[in-house]
């Protein structure tokens, strides 16, 4: 697995209350074709699999559990976030250092916005501990 740091939405980022990625991939803008009256619009969760990983690097403790989205939005701000992908519910014994969570396969559908972030979404209470590192690969290994 190749991750590359402009594309890393969290690297060791610690989550011990809900919270957004520390850093957004920002996509660029689209530009207009000549003669067109509006910008190209964009939906890169179309074509091509973008490979996605979360891994948790520190092991969490007390929440009960946590939940990652993917959000896309047209400004940095986030003002208007659109949610285009949410996992599966995590339990605390899911989150062990080394867990490898589960993302889409590649960019969602949906991904049509010129921003994208994750969100980590915890429940029960505050963890303490617990660090992850997540981000766009060149692949993911499998061993399977």
């Not at 959000?71 to 701000?77: H, K, L, M, R």
Request: glycine share 10%.
């Amino acid at each position: 697995m190749i991750m590359d740091a402009t594309t890393l939405f969290s690297n060791a980022q610690a989550v011990t209350a809900t919270a957004v990625s520390a850093n957004i991939v920002d996509l660029g803008a689209t530009g207009t074709v000549y003669g067109a009256a509006a910008a190209i619009v964009r939906d890169i969760g179309r074509g091509a699999a973008v490979p996605l990983k979360v891994t948790v690097v520190e092991s969490f403790n007390n929440l009960t559990s946590l939940t990652i989205s993917v959000e896309t939005d047209d400004n940095i701000g986030f003002a208007s976030a659109k949610t285009v992908w949410s996992s599966p519910t995590y339990a605390l014994t899911d989150l062990a250092t080394g867990a490898k969570l589960l993302l889409p396969d590649s960019i969602p559908l949906g991904t049509d916005e010129r921003y994208v972030r994750l969100r980590y979404t915890i429940a029960g209470t505050a963890p303490t501990l617990g660090k992850i590192t997540a981000g766009v690969t060149a692949g993911n290994q499998t061993n399977g």
